[in-house]
């Protein structure tokens, strides 16, 4: 999963001059936050849904907006707080395995005023998102550096907003439980998110302002955090967070898998490994004990759905048809690394809106395919039905799981040979 961050400095002109735009086509983030939109007419990007929080009091500033293609199981905005909330400065969009947040923080350079009014807002902030049950990550435009490297010239910044002595300790606790992404990847100086001129911008002489905070309890899910530097259009520029995030399920695997722990999805697919559908479709012979896959197999729109809520995802999966009317009179055996908690729930889909039923079938125990299904066929499959090859058929969507059958001697072939 891409997230991006991105103070546009006025969303108008930033979608005028196209540079949003070609931000999305380019990068292709899952989910795009947007900082200091200072307009309450926010514009549509196609294939995303949009959620804006303008600044109400005022005309032309502040305001917070995400984009994204992951479907919400909620939505909140503000802090509780009316003063921060008229600016609409947080939003936070809460998914299946974290809670997302994305804030433009005052500025505080104005006066001594506005800088405890700034503290105030790190402290309000802080408690807001410090009381989630999830995982969390927060992304936004911080006004602020986290240390000297963070700034070209950091004695410049000593005693003044943005590098008081009450921030740089508000970050110091804050890293007790969460992470800077960026730093994760990256330990050296002149990386800058923001700079005061074109000038300045042209010689690197810029502050780091902008950030991704992520929970402790997920940093082995991060894949890279990087900025964006040659991004026209504000005189920031987006910052990238990589997830290692199944878009079937939603999980976030922790374990730097090939394939997802909770539905055993492949969580990236290489191009050379994506095969074309046959033109001379195969038949299947009635006298095969057909060990049929579900994800991409079975479920015909699986990348159609890969990005709702788990409960809606199940609601609204759809099978292929034509494959049913095919193996429906062969014993079928349905063999999936989907998980046994889920599967309950699936059987019941499968059988009311089709008619039909495996004879047996086979579930994820926490493993990882096709380890799983090798399992299976060893200690059940093969034992039950008998061990000459030549009596299965296997129809499967993953590349290694076939692999894997071809192994032991059974023939392995995708759907679109099929239908």
């Excluded at 303008?54 to 500033?61: A, I």
């Excluded at 917070?64 to 003063?83: C, F, R």
């Excluded at 395995?97 to 104005?110: H, I």
Aim: aromatic share 12%; with cysteine; hydrophobic share 30%.
């Amino acid at each position: 999963m891409k997230i991006i961050s991105w103070n546009v400095n006025g969303i108008k002109s930033t979608y005028q001059s196209g540079d949003l735009q070609n931000l999305v086509k380019t990068e292709s983030p899952d989910i795009l936050c947007i900082q200091e939109i200072k307009t309450v007419e926010v514009p549509a990007i196609e294939g995303y849904t949009l959620y804006s929080y303008p600044c109400s009091k005022r005309s032309n500033v502040y305001g917070t907006a995400i984009y994204t293609k992951v479907e919400p199981l909620s939505v909140n905005k503000g802090l509780g707080d009316e003063e921060f909330d008229s600016e609409g400065r947080v939003i936070n969009l809460e998914f299946e395995n974290f809670n997302l947040y994305d804030v433009y923080v005052p500025s505080g350079a104005k006066d001594k005023e506005h800088l405890g009014r700034k503290y105030r807002f790190y402290d309000e902030f802080t408690k807001l998102f410090s009381k989630s049950k999830k995982p969390v990550i927060v992304c936004g435009d911080f006004n602020r550096i986290a240390a000297e490297i963070d700034a070209k010239r950091p004695e410049l910044m000593k005693n003044k907003s943005g590098f008081m002595p009450e921030e740089q300790e508000w970050f110091r606790e804050i890293l007790n439980d969460y992470v800077d992404a960026f730093r994760e990847f990256h330990s050296e100086g002149d990386n800058y998110s923001w700079w005061a001129n074109k000038n300045l911008r042209a010689e690197n002489k810029g502050l780091r302002l902008d950030y991704f905070l992520v929970s402790k309890s997920i940093r082995k899910t991060l894949n890279d955090s990087y900025i964006l530097k040659d991004q026209l259009g504000s005189d920031h520029v987006p910052i990238v967070l990589d997830l290692n995030y199944c878009q079937v399920c939603g999980t976030l695997d922790k374990q730097g898998n090939e394939f997802c722990d909770s539905c055993g999805i492949k969580l990236s697919i290489d191009n050379d490994e994506e095969e074309a559908a046959r033109e001379d479709k195969l038949e299947i012979p009635k006298d095969k004990i057909i060990l049929l896959d579900l994800n991409y197999t079975l479920i015909a729109n699986s990348k159609e759905i890969w990005n709702y809520p788990l409960e809606k995802k199940i609601k609204s999966q759809k099978y292929e048809m034509d494959l049913i009317e095919l193996i429906k009179d062969n014993y079928v055996i349905l063999i999936t690394a989907s998980p046994y908690k889920r599967s309950h729930k699936i059987l019941r889909d499968i059988k009311e809106k089709t008619g039909f039923e495996p004879d047996e079938s086979y579930w994820n125990f926490g493993g990882q395919p096709p380890q799983v299904k090798k399992y299976w066929m060893e200690n059940e499959v093969l034992l039950q039905h008998g061990e000459d090859e030549n009596k299965y058929l296997a129809i499967e969507s993953n590349p290694a799981t076939r692999r894997m059958y071809k192994k032991l001697g059974i023939g392995a072939k995708p759907k679109g040979d099929f239908i």
